[in-house]
């Protein structure tokens, strides 16, 4: 009787601990997606491993003082000085995995061999500080996905609060992204690349640099389609694929390090949305080109939401007529105040126009660039990094600075006035090499800074020869690709870090940093320059001397 008590106790025990097996398999593979019904066949690689951490909130934006170091009390000025102020989709997926589909087309492929474009890395939108590196394999909970096809644009949010901003390249105008909200099933790392029965070579394509897929596959329960990375940078921000969503290698491996299986992504095509600026506190209108054709009816409906937001009789019809027609073809922003871009971004839509002269937000841009601003009561006057500002004026409570002369105030800085004041577009970036300033050609484009190669070669001591037939760069095993412009190659995060070096860098300060990691001691060689006429020579050449795009 005893040994038949102990037999059940046994038995019971036994189950216990297979259930408890069970369970734990069936959570690894609702994290990993290993037998998703809907997992795509046109994309096979490894299986992405990863330990599960939660990730802390990024921290909130700063608050700008209100009133210059060294400034009496507002209620004590009576002149000029200086103060600045503070500075449709519907439906969700079930939970069945059911996917919504409208939108712009409904392509059979994953990926595509397109043409070249190019672009960037996404900066912390939440930090205006140096972007951190990423830490690997960090799971964050709460995390959504929203991808604006107009703007070429995908948002990740935790919660509520917005995480990071990447720019994406989405389907071409005859084979466009499906619209919906879908999920995450899959995730791949070095995925192969199977061609849709559009794509005239059936042959599967391994991982490597031919890969249109990049380095990473997220798959969405919509089959076929996916986030993935890509092999030709310069085509994110286009309209390219064959219906997935680009990103640039980089952005794709960390992103997959964030998000689990099951993540829920929206995809939508809005050319208009609307947005409150926490400087001014004014509403603004985005307009993004309607590349898609969908609608028709645009600008009569930014007539009605202008008119909802209070803005329709705040801006004349000769100013709206203008950008109404720039918004044909570029990205534009509608507000009763003048839009200010640092690097790209959009800063605040707080400028103002003063006898047909804009002026822009010297505090807002000053403390975003790191300039330090002050006030001197003997003067009376804004000093910028001891300077005086004698052109800046303030008006209701805010100092503003004529936009023309911000290169002289804020040194390093280049402006640029669009179309009769729509936009001021201010350009400033301050390198730093293992944290000494040094002079290096940059820019930035789609949200990424990008260097000559031949610079940054010079620096850490590699020699590199130009492939046209791979249509890259060649040192030993390393191939680098980039952007090819003014007949040289341009290179960003991806090929610095073939190069051993990483790139950190805040768009509304300007700061850029290299950091190297023992490759090179930062010095210039002149025995590694090319020859003139090279992708990779110091000095622009004549364009038919290029020998073809990137």
Same mark, same amino acid.
């Given at each position: ?119 960037? @890395? ?6 205006? &500080? ?36 990447? @720019?994406?390249?989405?389907? =071409?105008?005859?084979? &466009? ?142 100013r709206l007529g203008r950008l109404l027609k720039r918004a044909g073809v570029a990205h534009t922003v509608i507000s009763e ?34 300039? =330090? ?29 004529p936009a023309k002369d911000l290169p002289a105030y804020l040194p390093g800085s280049t402006t640029r006035i669009v179309e ?46 130009? @492939?046209?037939? =791979? ?10 690709? &980039? ?60 364009? @038919? ?6």
């Amino acid at each position: 009787m005893r040994d038949r008590l102990n037999s059940r106790r046994i038995a019971r025990l036994v189950a216990g601990i297979l259930m408890l097996m069970a369970a734990l398999v069936m959570a690894r593979v609702a994290e990993y997606g290993l037998f998703e019904e809907d997992t795509p066949v046109q994309a096979t690689g490894t299986l992405l491993e990863g330990a599960l951490r939660l990730a802390p909130r990024d921290q909130s934006p700063p608050v700008f003082p209100e009133r210059f170091e060294g400034e009496p009390d507002l209620g004590d000025q009576t002149g000029s000085g200086g103060q600045a102020g503070p500075g449709d989709q519907t439906g969700s997926e079930a939970q069945t995995g059911t996917d919504a589909q409208t939108g712009p087309g409904s392509p059979t492929g994953v990926g595509g061999l397109t043409n070249p474009g190019v672009q960037n @890395s996404p900066a912390d939108q939440q930090d205006p &500080g140096l972007k951190k590196p990423a830490e690997q394999r960090l799971i964050r909970r709460d995390v959504r996905l929203s991808l604006n096809l107009a703007a070429h644009r995908l948002r990740m949010f935790e919660g509520d609060e917005p995480v990071k901003v990447f @720019s994406v390249g989405v389907g =071409k105008l005859d084979a &466009g992204t499906p619209t919906g909200n879908f999920r995450i099933i899959n995730k791949l790392i070095n995925p192969t690349w199977f061609p849709p029965e559009s794509v005239e070579n059936k042959e599967p394509v391994p991982p490597g640099p031919l890969n249109p897929l990049g380095t990473r596959w997220l798959g969405l329960s919509k089959s076929g389609y996916g986030l993935h990375g890509t092999n030709l940078p310069a085509s994110v921000g286009q309209y390219v694929s064959l219906g997935c969503v680009r990103l640039f290698n980089d952005d794709v491996e960390w992103l997959t390090d964030q998000v689990m299986v099951g993540t829920p992504v929206e995809i939508r095509y809005d050319t208009v949305e609307s947005a409150f600026d926490p400087f001014s506190g004014k509403p603004y209108l985005e307009v993004y080109p309607d590349a898609y054709r969908l609608d028709p009816g645009r600008d009569d409906r930014i007539r009605r939401m202008l008119g909802e937001l209070g803005l329709l009789d705040r801006i004349s019809a000769d100013r709206l007529g203008r950008l109404l027609k720039r918004a044909g073809v570029a990205h534009t922003v509608i507000s009763e105040g003048i839009p200010v871009f640092v690097n790209g971004e959009l800063l605040t839509v707080g400028g103002i126009e003063l006898q047909g002269v804009p002026y822009v937000p010297l505090r807002l841009l000053a403390d975003s660039l790191g300039f =330090k601003i002050t006030w001197d009561a003997a003067l009376g006057m804004v000093m910028v990094e001891g300077q005086p500002v004698p052109t800046a004026v303030r008006v209701e409570g805010t100092m503003v600075v004529p936009a023309k002369d911000l290169p002289a105030y804020l040194p390093g800085s280049t402006t640029r006035i669009v179309e009769r004041n729509l936009a001021v577009e201010v350009s400033f970036l301050r390198v730093y090499w293992n944290d000494k300033p040094v002079f290096l050609p940059s820019l930035v484009r789609e949200r990424k800074v990008w260097f000559p190669l031949a610079e940054i070669s010079a620096r850490v001591n590699r020699r590199f020869v130009w @492939s046209a037939e =791979k249509q890259a760069a060649l040192s030993g095993g390393t191939e680098i690709r &980039g952007w090819m412009r003014e007949d040289r190659l341009w290179i960003s995060n991806g090929g610095l870090a073939s190069l051993g070096l990483e790139l950190l860098w805040s768009p509304l300060s300007g700061r850029v940093e290299i950091r190297s990691q023992g490759r090179g001691e930062g010095r210039e060689d002149p025995a590694v320059r090319p020859s003139p006429g090279s992708p990779l020579s110091l000095m622009p050449v004549p364009w @038919s001397s290029s020998p073809g795009p990137a």
